[in-house]
C-alpha cells in the first residue's frame, strides 16, 4: 500500500478527497452534511469531485460540522510524522477569492495536539467564521506584519506586529484587514 505525501497531490485534490472520506467515516450522505454545514448540497457535490476550491468561508462550516480544525480537515493525517519538516515541504492553500494565504508551518499529525499556521491577508480583506470547529479551541495569534482587527466572540481586538492575542473561540470569528494594510500572523491552535 502506497503511502501519500503532500507534495503528491494538489491541495484541491486533497481537500476533496478528505471532505469524501469524512463524510464516508460518519455514514452521512450529501444531504445530512448539508444540513450540519449549512453548505449547499449541490457545492459540497462539486466540492468533493473536486470541481471548485472551497473558500475559507465554506471550509469553515464544514470544519464546524465535522469539529475539526481547518488544518485537519485539509490534510492527510499519517501515524508517523517527520521531525523537521522544510520550508519548501510546509503545504500551502490559498484562498483567492478572500485573499488569504495560510502555510502549514507545522501540519496536524496524529499524537501532537498543537499547530502552527502561517497565514497571510491582503489590504481591504475580511474572512468570517460562524462557529468554531471545536468550541473551547485554544487559539494563540502573533501578529508579524501589518495590522488585523480580530472579533471573537463578539469582542474586538485591534493587533499590531508584535502583539499577541489569546482566546478560547466559542462562537464567531471574523478577521479584517484595512484598505492601507494586509496583516501576515502566526496561529497556534492547541
Request: negative net charge; aromatic residues 6%; hydrophobic residues 40%.
Amino acid at each position: 500500500m502506497r503511502t501519500e505525501h503532500l507534495s503528491d497531490v494538489s491541495m484541491d485534490q486533497r481537500i476533496a478527497q478528505r471532505l469524501r472520506s469524512l463524510r464516508a467515516e460518519r455514514g452521512w450522505s450529501l444531504e445530512d452534511l448539508a444540513a450540519r454545514s449549512g453548505v449547499s448540497r449541490a457545492s459540497l457535490s462539486r466540492l468533493e469531485i473536486g470541481e471548485v476550491s472551497p473558500t475559507a468561508s465554506v471550509l469553515g462550516k464544514l470544519c464546524a460540522a465535522f469539529g475539526l480544525t481547518l488544518s485537519r480537515l485539509m490534510f492527510l493525517l499519517e501515524d508517523q510524522f517527520p521531525a523537521r519538516l522544510a520550508h519548501e515541504d510546509q503545504p500551502v492553500w490559498t484562498d483567492a477569492d478572500a485573499d488569504f494565504v495560510r502555510r502549514a508551518v507545522s501540519p496536524p499529525a496524529q499524537g501532537l495536539a498543537g499547530e502552527v499556521i502561517d497565514c497571510e491577508l491582503r489590504p481591504d480583506t475580511q474572512i468570517c467564521y460562524e462557529r468554531p470547529p471545536r468550541p473551547g479551541l485554544e487559539h494563540h495569534l502573533v501578529m508579524m506584519e501589518g495590522e488585523l482587527d480580530i472579533t471573537v466572540d463578539g469582542q474586538s481586538h485591534r493587533l499590531l506586529p508584535g502583539d499577541c492575542l489569546r482566546y478560547r473561540l466559542q462562537g464567531a470569528s471574523r478577521f479584517m484587514t484595512p484598505p492601507h494594510a494586509g496583516a501576515r500572523y502566526f496561529l497556534f491552535v492547541v
